[in-house]
């Protein structure tokens, strides 16, 4: 490093570090994890909340953090992005409550069912471009009846927008299983709907 050149004061509170320095750094200093807490809460929040429920969500938060925060020390900073390390974590507690997603599904199955023109939900409008109850319906029924696997690769590529590459990390399975599990997925889904793409969000990078 020359000499006009100065590194960031990490002990700094006000300094804007990475993620992956800011969570080495909690690991001497464990109150600056509270920082990566405030960066991502309202991001995992909303995403527990559309999966299972805002109860769920205002339960379960927490726990992703306090896992986060114990688990720490293990993060490898190679992997460079907090981010999907995080969704691992809440994708870990959501596979502790499937029964309560798959009530959600069913009950927007049964509510498409129900009314012809009903209020778009957050789900509906993470997995759906489709305006037909009826259609929402069908998508409902066939996302329940996924594999959890793919059904969590579906959910954090529409809903949490991750890359491929962040799902791969989130899920700590190779990038290639990602793009086969979507691509299987949407031939599902786009046969039951007819050949319309029902998925929003993600990305191939």
Sequence with gaps: MTANMTAPDLTDP??????AALLELS???????GEIYDRYVSEIHAYLGRRLGQQAADDLTAEVFLAA???RETFDPERGEVRP???GFATNLISLHRRTETRRLAALQRSATMHGSAEHSHEERVVTRIDAA???GRLAA?????PDGDRDVLMLSALGELSHAEVAKALDIPYGTVGSRLSRVRR??????GGVNPL?????G
């Design 142 to 146: 066939e996302v329940r009846a996924l």
């Design 14 to 19: 006000t300094e804007s570090i990475s993620d």
């Design 69 to 71: 925060f114990r688990k």
């Design 188 to 193: 599902k889904l786009r046969a039951a709907l």
């Design 85 to 87: 390390w995080l969704y």
């Design 200 to 204: 929003l969000g993600g990305s191939d």
């Design 27 to 33: 690991r001497r200093r464990p109150e600056r994890f």
């Design 134 to 136: 009826s259609a929402q």
